[in-house]
């Protein structure tokens, strides 16, 4: 399933910071984990609750096909970061410390209170936007109460981030497609049946 994924060299920003391009036979790697509409928590927000930001944090409840395929990820791009480090970091790691660096794409809790998540990147201005969808396939704008919708999403994992000893995936939400919750009132179908039975 990956084995036409491969990383770049590492690339250090004028910030300092640290990644290595993530390409499927020379392409951007996009995907689609999951075909049945999955809830999202928390409306999208930074960390600071900056609200002029347009980067934000997305983090969707995942369901059994998302687990399935970033479980299956992450144990992929752990033998891949041991196979490559010293190419990638210019020395030898063991798998211990590959281990103890790497952050799954997958946030769960310790007690198992809360389903797992999965964080993404959304970006809502500029070159790399994200587009929201109907399930009619029509353009539509972001939600309102996120509360209140599913969705769909589409995926790219951009690059890998390292950070001292610490290292994960840059996963950009690029496309959602948004399935609204019914709004009308519970009690309209109730209140029909009652005046067809009283007649």
């Not at 409306?43 to 983090?59: C, G, I, Q, Y």
């Not at 660096?101 to 999965?118: F, I, N, S």
């Not at 390292?162 to 919750?181: N, P, T, Y």
């Amino acid at each position: 399933m990956f084995s036409t994924l491969a990383l770049a060299e590492q690339v250090t920003s004028a910030r300092g910071a640290k990644t290595c391009q993530l390409t499927k036979a020379g392409k951007k790697v996009q995907l689609q984990p999951t075909l049945i509409p999955v809830t999202v928590p928390f409306a999208p927000s930074t960390f600071d609750k900056d609200e002029t930001a347009t980067r934000l944090t997305l983090e969707l409840r995942c369901n059994a096909p998302i687990l399935a395929h970033f479980d299956a990820f992450d144990l992929w791009a752990k033998g891949y970061l041991l196979e490559h480090s010293m190419r990638l970091f210019k020395k030898q790691l063991t798998e211990a410390q590959v281990q103890e660096g790497y952050h799954p794409c997958v946030k769960r809790h310790a007690d198992g209170t809360y389903e797992p998540l999965l964080r993404c990147k959304l970006v809502t201005k500029g070159r790399r936007e994200i587009s929201y969808w109907t399930p009619e396939g029509n353009r539509r704008e972001a939600p309102e109460d996120w509360r209140r919708v599913t969705v769909i999403p589409q995926l790219e994992v951009t690059n890998l981030w390292m950070m001292s000893r610490e290292l994960g995936w840059v996963i950009q939400c690029v496309a959602l497609k948004v399935f609204e919750d019914s709004v009308e009132c519970p009690f309209a179908v109730a209140e029909e049946e009652s005046e067809s039975m009283d007649q």
